[in-house]
């Protein structure tokens, strides 16, 4: 059983709209407590577990209440989906949202992002189930808007269109006809409630529409250990760029939050979730975006990801299962170590020199990356044009990189 007193409170601090889905056999103080609300106008919407139907069919009094509920204008559904451990979610005037899994466990949040998230699938859930005893002849409204989330000082359509209905009103705009659309301007979080009425019934509804300043999109990149199955970070590595590299065919794991968004989508990986982890490995290099839709506009983080070929220097110069024991130094390894790294420090700037020379000194030829490439690829075959095994080698890893 939920904890009748906790939801209860939520419901009667409740000033505009109450959404609350029961997951257990509903009560008399619940219903009583939605009447009350729904009486001092506020939209009502109630969705109840299936169990519930055949408790209500037996106990007279708990459908008398549900039959009131419906007359006074609230929205009633039966549901068959039952989350694991869940008994109720109570959202409150669209500013607040409580979660409770046990009887002293209850999550409330209030934070934008987490009370949509909560709309979101609790219109998910409505879409899933069965209006509780609708008359044929029942007032019907729609009410929509062309976004949930906008910016500051930027226009939003209202949509509606009433049935059954003598009069229409619309918090803010007034008596309204039974079907129209307007363009409103919104400078905060705005909550429309419209009120259909008839001389039997009443019936509430309403949506509401976030205002945000800025859209904020966070992640972080990197590979996961093989041995270890550990998260290394790229990002804390590279502060203030977005492109790392990594060892082609590694398991790299994207990790992303994205803030104060309508909409979500990350290609080319096709997720829409605003927040999530996606594992995966790549054997070439690739470009990453994260896209965030607000108020019909987009906001774009790339990432770039460049996969180095290192394999290829495993396959042609080391070989794991014949590996050999180094040599013991001898007395005078030292000197001779000294003088070779003088020796190839020598060679390198003699390469830069020459390199120079080719870029900057061909007034009639403006060198290009592929010509430049060339040169120093011919270069080091030609300076090791008598050491067969190192020349092999140097043809042998051409095609991976761009000439």
């Excluded at 906790?6 to 009560?27: E, G, M, P, Y």
């Excluded at 790339?302 to 299962?321: M, W």
């Excluded at 490439?373 to 095609?399: C, D, P, Q, W």
Aim: glycine share 4%.
């Amino acid at each position: 059983m939920y904890n009748a007193n906790d939801l209860l409170r939520q419901i009667s601090a409740c000033k505009q709209v109450i959404q609350v889905h029961v997951n257990t056999a509903i009560d008399t103080a619940l219903l009583d407590a939605c009447i009350q609300q729904q009486e001092k106008g506020l939209a009502v919407v109630l969705v109840m577990s299936e169990l519930n139907r055949p408790h209500l069919e037996n106990n007279p009094f708990l459908l008398n209440r549900c039959l009131q509920l419906r007359k006074k204008g609230a929205a009633l559904y039966i549901t068959d989906t039952y989350p694991d451990t869940l008994l109720y979610v109570c959202i409150s005037d669209y500013r607040q949202v409580s979660h409770f899994h046990g009887s002293d466990t209850i999550h409330t949040a209030e934070a934008c992002d987490a009370v949509r998230k909560a709309v979101y699938r609790f219109n998910a859930l409505i879409r899933n189930s069965l209006p509780f005893h609708v008359p044929t002849d029942g007032i019907q409204i729609t009410l929509d808007v062309s976004e949930d989330l906008v910016l500051r000082g930027s226009y939003v359509n209202l949509t509606w269109q009433v049935y059954g209905a003598d009069t229409v009103i619309i918090e803010g705009l007034g008596e309204v006809e039974h079907a129209g659309q307007r363009q409103v301007l919104l400078t905060e979080t705005t909550l429309f409630k419209v009120g259909a009425y008839n001389n039997r019934d009443v019936s509430v509804a309403a949506t509401n529409v976030w205002v945000t300043q800025k859209t904020i999109i966070d992640y972080d990149i990197g590979f996961v250990s093989a041995q270890t199955n550990v998260f290394y970070s790229l990002v804390k590595a590279e502060k203030g760029s977005d492109t790392y590299g990594t060892v082609a065919g590694n398991c790299i794991c994207l990790r992303w939050r994205v803030l104060h968004a309508a909409h979500v989508h990350i290609l080319p990986f096709n997720i829409t979730a605003h927040e999530g982890e996606h594992t995966f490995s790549s054997s070439t290099s690739l470009d990453i975006s994260i896209t965030a839709h607000v108020d019909q506009q987009a906001l774009t983080r790339k990432i770039t990801l460049l996969a180095f070929p290192i394999p290829v220097f495993r396959d042609k110069l080391l070989s794991l299962a014949s590996r050999t024991p180094l040599p013991t130094l001898t007395a005078d390894a030292v000197q001779m170590l000294t003088l070779t790294l003088r020796d190839s420090e020598k060679r390198y700037h003699n390469l830069v020199k020459k390199i120079h020379r080719y870029t900057f000194h061909q007034a009639s030829k403006k060198p290009t990356l592929e010509k430049l490439n060339a040169f120093v690829f011919r270069y080091l075959k030609r300076m090791n044009a008598g050491k067969e095994g190192v020349r092999k080698t140097i043809e042998s890893i051409e095609h991976y990189y761009e000439r």
